[in-house]
């Protein structure tokens, strides 16, 4: 498995932005397709985005279309999400996730081998 370490997490209002990052490490993190999934409270964990090994394909949910950007920097085996315009349905916990080798990116959480811990964003009205 790999390491996953994500930071960026916080407290901001309504409308306000956050960029997350996600350090990884114990295998090689361009053969990982990488994700971004989040939980709040009293909810299943669910699918944000994912990205491609080489990063050239994306892929959000509905609800973060146009607002999150995901992308990797695989110098520095890192998977980063940009979130814009965040309102307070964003608040939650927020886990990056790899998936190690080729295939289309996934939203299930089931595809994915290695989770961080997570970080914590609150968004207030």
């Known amino acids: 498995q790999v390491q996953l370490a994500e930071s960026g997490g916080g407290l901001v209002q309504a409308g306000g932005s956050l960029r997350l990052s996600c350090a990884a490490s114990?295998?090689?993190?361009?053969?990982?397709?990488m994700g971004w999934f989040r939980q709040a409270p009293g909810k299943e964990r669910e699918f944000v985005a994912a990205?491609?090994?080489?990063?050239?394909?994306?892929d959000y949910a509905d609800s973060v279309k146009g607002r999150f950007t995901i992308s990797r920097d695989n110098a520095k085996n890192t998977v980063y999400l940009q979130m814009n315009s965040l309102n307070t349905e964003d608040t939650a916990v927020y886990y990056c996730?790899?998936?190690?080798?080729?295939?289309?990116?996934?939203?299930?959480?089931?595809?994915?081998?290695?989770w961080g811990q997570g970080t914590q964003v609150t968004v207030s009205s």
């Open positions: 996730a790899a998936r190690r080798g080729g295939g289309p990116n996934s939203v299930r959480a089931a595809d994915y081998d290695s």
């Open positions: 114990g295998r090689t993190f361009s053969n990982d397709r």
């Open positions: 990205i491609s090994r080489s990063g050239h394909s994306t």
